[in-house]
């Protein structure tokens, strides 16, 4: 086969070429640092690889599900023809710590319980919808979550985690799987099928053990799966290493961050 046996035949392109240019192999000589290569490269015409995939998505050659297995989103790219269409990359959380010793303090605490100080206000930090049918679970998955996410907002189903997510833009969404109206799965499809929400971080939980389930759900675009029970120790545990994994593949200085 034309493929040699790789599987590619028929499949799309998303190429980066860097182009030799004497500053760029001067650079290289020296031991520049990859953030210094990178910008002179961009200065002489590189197109990233996340860029290539965009051409394409606006094309309608591909997706932006099957664009970010390969490529991974850059701050502040923002596709030529489609304003503010930017796909950004989660900020870490940021402790909340006490001014006067220093340790770190949960969100709804008014006084840091180690040295009797007056707390200072949340940090304006990550947000997190958080969409479960069930208002246990919601509240169980909340307060796995508030120390990293002092703004929270809570859905009841997939179409209310829909119009939350484009409306307050959070960092991370915990969507269940069976839910009415609309399941985690469409939630998934539906956000990974738009270029503003491509690279959003999603956690799904579900009681389900379908290995198929499971399979499909990472296929659709979801960073990570967790079947209940969940302890709230390991959500947030995995919760961060979700951020940490999307804010460590993104490319540093890009010209305009």
Do not use: H
Not at 114 to 124: D, H, L, S, T, Y
């Amino acid at each position: 086969a034309r493929c040699r046996g790789t599987g590619m035949k028929g499949r799309t392109a998303i190429t980066e070429l860097v182009r030799a240019t004497p500053d760029l192999l001067a650079l290289l000589a020296a031991g520049a640092e990859d953030e210094e290569l990178w910008r002179c490269a961009r200065k002489d015409g590189t197109r990233s690889l996340f860029e290539s995939g965009v051409d394409k998505i606006l094309a309608g050659i591909t997706s932006p599900a099957a664009v970010l297995k390969v490529a991974a989103p850059e701050v502040n790219a923002a596709p030529a023809g489609m304003p503010g269409a930017r796909v950004a990359a989660p900020p870490a959380p940021r402790d909340r710590v006490c001014g006067q010793c220093g340790e770190k303090l949960e969100s709804a605490w008014r006084l840091c319980p180690f040295c009797g100080a007056e707390a200072p206000p949340a940090p304006a930090g990550p947000t997190a919808v958080v969409c479960d049918d069930n208002a246990v679970i919601r509240k169980l998955v909340c307060s796995a979550l508030r120390a990293d996410f002092p703004r929270i907002c809570e859905a009841e189903n997939g179409r209310e985690a829909l119009d939350l997510v484009f409306q307050v833009r959070p960092d991370v969404l915990v969507v269940d799987q069976e839910m009415p109206v609309m399941t985690g799965v469409e939630v998934i499809r539906e956000l990974r099928s738009r270029l503003e929400t491509a690279a959003l971080p999603i956690v799904m939980l579900t009681s389900s053990d379908s290995e198929e389930l499971e399979g499909d759900v990472l296929d659709l675009g979801a960073d990570d799966y967790l079947q209940k029970p969940i302890t709230p120790s390991r959500l947030r545990t995995r919760v961060k290493a979700v951020l940490k994994r999307r804010c460590g593949r993104v490319r540093a200085g890009v010209p305009g961050d």
